[in-house]
Nanobody
Framework: QVQLAESGGGLVQSGGSLRLSCVAS????????MGWYRQAPGKQRELVAS???????NYADSVKGRFTISRDNAKNTAYLQMNSLKPEDTAVYLC??????????????WGQGTQVTVSS
């Protein structure tokens, strides 16, 4: 069984910073990609940032230049460094991972989310 656990959310003032962590645990043979999504009340879930096995990175336009995604393969951990936070960044941030738990096929897994609230 594979589980993802997010941490690092909280309340921060506009312009402040937070660092989110996502640890994947369980039976993991290979991680294909990890990513961060966010969902605010009344809004669609959106991809914030992703990083694949080759190191390729994608960011949402709204966070480019402010957020940085990174990955520690040895620890099966992804990070999201969030700087210059804005009130519109307020959302539940969810970690997702595409990985091989067995040798046959990959599956997507999701964490339960961590709340990020940015005050003005």
């Amino acid at each position: 069984q594979v589980q993802l656990a997010e941490s690092g959310g909280g309340l921060v003032q506009s312009g402040g910073s937070l660092r989110l962590s996502c640890v994947a645990s369980g039976t993991i043979f290979r991680i294909v990609a990890m990513g961060w999504y966010r969902q605010a009340p009344g809004k669609q879930r959106e991809l914030v940032a992703s990083i694949n096995a080759g190191g390729g990175i994608n960011y949402a336009d709204s966070v480019k230049g402010r957020f940085t995604i990174s990955r520690d393969n040895a620890k099966n951990t992804a990070y999201l460094q969030m700087n210059s936070l804005k009130p519109e960044d307020t959302a539940v941030y969810l970690c997702s991972s595409r990985l091989y738990s067995g040798y046959k096929s990959w599956s997507d897994y999701w964490g339960q989310g961590t709340q990020v609230t940015v005050s003005s």
